[in-house]
């Protein structure tokens, strides 16, 4: 599915021209244009190569193309169709597009906001869209309709994290497991995507911008994009991954799991002797920023470790 932003043109443009400005071509500029009559060989950048080309009704340097460009982005960039295909404009891929993310309008009649997550449920604020699988050490991936598959972790570690110091990409583009590490309170925790895939790219700009994976994981916040591995079967190649009516019944116990590993820990005494008592409800968003460096780790190693995830599947 392309964007509703996408537009094509025909545009024109000056071989010989030292600068390639391309003009949309309209009909009626046809008549009272140089470059489609007699007199461009008044034209000085075309004066300069005639001797090589016959004459004709029109000039030889004037070419025409079909484009692509983004009707949404403030300054407008033509994209010859020849190099359409490494655009995200006509695929799938345009849903994780910021321009596309920041104008379309989920009050808008279905056919408009399509393109936005659908959420099957939320718990305590942990939302969980639909049509997403997710591997156990929260990871989401996304398969799309036309092969391509992005990427990223879902909101309950984005709860677990608070905020995210610094972004390394270990794999960023061949095929390998989607590997990610990210700088949590001066700990460096690696994240793992269980499947080995053709990885197309990776969201870099989440380095500058890490806090974009905070505030929307299931969207800006993407880490990978890449494409199966055609030479498996697509129920054999992510077999393990937790889909569907089952991604409700996990993400609550993981929010049962985690909540029972924070009451650990506040009825652990402190350096006072103190001991908190535990209030019910949730664990607090952001409870990895008050942890110290051994508890971090050890709630890494029991909940997010790949080491973990791989126990699991064997």
């Known amino acids: 599915m392309r964007c509703q932003f996408l537009r094509e043109a025909q545009v024109k443009f000056c071989r010989a021209s030292a600068y390639r400005k391309m003009i949309v071509r309209l009909a009626e500029q046809t008549e009272n244009e140089r470059c489609s009559s007699k007199e461009y060989v008044n034209c000085s950048a075309a004066k300069q190569h005639l001797e090589d080309n016959p004459s004709s009704s029109h000039c030889p340097f004037l070419h025409e193309s079909l484009v692509q460009y983004c009707s949404a982005a403030a300054v407008t960039k033509y994209i010859p169709y020849t190099e359409s295909v490494l655009s995200q404009c006509g695929t799938d891929s345009h849903k994780y597009?910021?321009?596309?993310?920041?104008?379309?309008?989920?009050?808008?009649?279905?056919?408009?906001?399509?393109?936005?997550?659908?959420?099957?449920?939320?718990?305590?604020?942990?939302?969980?869209?639909?049509?997403?699988?997710?591997?156990?050490?929260h990871m989401w991936i996304e398969i799309g309709s036309d092969g391509v598959c992005h990427i990223g972790i879902d909101a309950f570690l984005t709860r677990v994290l608070g905020t995210i110091d610094h972004v390394t990409f270990v794999t960023t583009k061949g095929f390998h497991r989607p590997s990610v590490s990210f700088s949590v309170n001066g700990v460096d925790l690696q994240f793992i995507f269980p499947v080995s895939m053709n990885i197309t790219r990776a969201n870099t700009y989440l380095?500058?911008?890490?806090?974009?994976?905070?505030?929307?994981?299931?969207?800006?916040?993407?880490?990978?994009?890449?494409?199966?591995?055609?030479?498996?079967?697509?129920?054999?190649?992510?077999?393990?991954?937790?889909?569907?009516?089952?991604?409700?019944?996990?993400?609550?116990?993981?929010?049962?799991?985690?909540?029972?590993?924070?009451?650990?820990?506040?009825?652990?005494?402190?350096?006072?002797?103190?001991?908190?008592?535990?209030?019910?409800?949730?664990?607090?968003?952001?409870?990895?920023?008050?942890?110290?460096?051994?508890?971090?780790?050890?709630?890494?190693?029991?909940?997010?470790?790949?080491?973990?995830?791989?126990?699991?599947?064997?």
């Not at 993310?101 to 279905?110: R, V, Y």
């Not at 508890?295 to 909940?303: Q, S």
């Open 207 to 314: 380095r500058n911008n890490p806090e974009k994976i905070i505030a929307d994981p299931y969207t800006a916040g993407w880490l990978f994009e890449a494409t199966e591995d055609k030479s498996k079967n697509r129920s054999v190649q992510f077999e393990g991954l937790i889909s569907g009516k089952q991604t409700s019944e996990w993400m609550a116990k993981e929010m049962e799991r985690m909540t029972a590993y924070a009451h650990c820990l506040a009825s652990q005494p402190d350096i006072n002797g103190t001991i908190m008592m535990a209030d019910g409800g949730y664990f607090q968003p952001g409870i990895a920023q008050k942890l110290t460096r051994a508890e971090l780790l050890t709630m890494y190693n029991d909940f997010f470790s790949p080491i973990t995830l791989w126990k699991q599947q064997s």
């Open 97 to 137: 597009c910021e321009l596309h993310l920041a104008l379309s309008q989920p009050q808008e009649p279905s056919a408009e906001r399509e393109d936005r997550p659908v959420y099957i449920t939320a718990i305590d604020s942990v939302k969980i869209p639909e049509g997403l699988s997710y591997s156990s050490n």
